[in-house]
């Protein structure tokens, strides 16, 4: 198993409760970001990964989907972001997406972690991974 496809695992386990990490890995987007000529104006592919990290591990008092954070908004985080105005570093678009991430009250800690899928030959990957918490 490539180890990076297991996304990001910043988060410590603390005696007690517990914790619910919800997550999206491998979400491939087609991104117009970069700070050199050739790279505006030129989608590139970037690959996100994205954890965030609620205190408790109880099971909901339902099973409805009102009584849990809804993971749907993780994908809505990186889709609103990137389709704002143009941006040129990771590190930009890494902490407006954990701006979103963190809205939800429940959530203690975020973790998004960016990579330029087509930038250097062969397997290397350039990226950002950053880590918030509350």
């Known amino acids: 198993m ?4 297991d996304g990001p695992r910043h988060f ?3 005696k007690g409760p517990g914790r619910t990490v919800i997550f999206l890995r491998e979400l491939f987007r087609e991104v117009d970001i970069g700070i050199h000529n050739h790279e505006i104006g030129q989608p590139q592919k970037l690959r996100f990964d994205i954890e965030v990290s609620i205190p408790g591990s ?7 989907i009102t009584e849990v954070v809804n993971y749907e908004y993780l994908l809505e ?5 990137i389709n704002g105005s143009r941006l040129s570093l990771l590190e930009s ?3 407006i997406i954990l701006d979103r991430l963190m809205i939800p009250l429940q959530v203690s800690e975020a973790s998004v972690k960016i990579t330029k899928m087509d930038v ?8 950002c ?3 918030r918490k509350r």
């Open 12 to 14: 410590t386990v603390e």
């Open 129 to 131: 991974e950053m880590t």
């Open 93 to 95: 678009l890494g902490s």
């Open 77 to 81: 985080s990186v889709e609103d972001s």
């Open 2 to 5: 490539d180890h990076y496809s």
């Open 58 to 64: 109880d099971p909901p008092k339902s099973d409805k």
């Open 120 to 127: 250097l030959e062969g397997d290397a990957k350039f990226g």
